[in-house]
């Protein structure tokens, strides 16, 4: 009981560093979506830095494949947000305008989440635009919707490469961010004691334990049903 309560269970084995950092980034989502009032503000600070000094971590090697793979991530980011910037005009035609369900479910938050959104945020906005692909498939068309769902396949690649590479070059990295999530989760228990849904609410504990071959088909920052008509991020 005491280990459950105050141990670090994010060195279980079964927890892999990519399923560590989606798994905060998903946090990070939910504490950024209930900062309303910016009562979490300070939180959502610390795990920022937190989840970007790990994202730079895991980049962390001398080898040639690991900075290729890198710069292959900066070049993906790239023309996904050129790529929803290109197209909003035409998503918007197929769906039935800018004042459609489908739209508004692509751009609920308008271009700008997409083009001026973070590199360590991409993979949230990619698998909300795969998922939607698919559901609105028989609109978009066979082309444009495989168009829509690539980035999403190739960043996972890239990040599983990286991934792969030794713990130790980014351990410093892992154990801040363990200790930022462990803090944040104390403090979200202090403030609503004894109150497990809402709790819950910040965090997707499943996302930790998604197994390698379902990281392969499914994004590991967001895997859960998606309304096309919900305000996805």
């Known amino acids: 009981m005491p280990e459950n309560l105050f141990g670090n269970f994010f060195r279980d084995e079964r927890i892999t560093p990519l399923n560590l950092y989606h798994f905060a980034e998903d946090v990070l989502l939910r504490l950024t979506r209930a900062n309303s009032s910016g009562e979490f503000t300070s939180h ?6 937190g989840i970007d000094r790990f994202y730079t971590g895991l980049s962390r090697s001398g080898t040639t494949e ?21 197209l909003v005009f035409v998503i918007a035609d197929v ?3 800018f004042k459609s369900a489908g739209y508004k479910a692509f751009y609920p938050n308008g271009i700008g989440e997409y ?3 973070r590199k360590s ?9 795969s998922t939607l692909a698919v559901f609105y498939k028989e609109h978009l068309g066979a082309d444009l919707q495989q168009r829509l769902s690539t980035f999403e396949l190739q960043w996972q690649e890239t990040i599983a490469f990286l991934t792969a590479e030794h713990t130790g070059l980014y351990q410093p990295e892992l154990e801040e961010l363990e200790s930022t999530l462990l803090s944040l989760m104390h403090a979200i228990g202090q403030k609503y004691p004894g109150n ?7 965090f997707n504990f499943s996302l930790l334990f998604m197994s390698s071959h379902e990281g392969e088909k499914a994004s590991p920052a967001n895997r859960k049903s998606l309304s096309p008509a919900a305000n996805h991020l």
């Open 115 to 117: 083009v001026n959104g």
């Open 121 to 129: 945020q991409t993979i949230l906005l990619m698998k909300r635009v």
């Open 196 to 202: 497990l849904l809402m709790c819950m609410s910040f």
């Open 44 to 49: 959502v600070n610390l795990l920022n830095a």
């Open 95 to 97: 769906l039935g305008g």
């Open 66 to 86: 690991t900075i290729v793979a890198h710069r292959s991530l900066d070049a993906i980011h790239s023309n996904f947000k050129f790529m929803m910037k290109e």
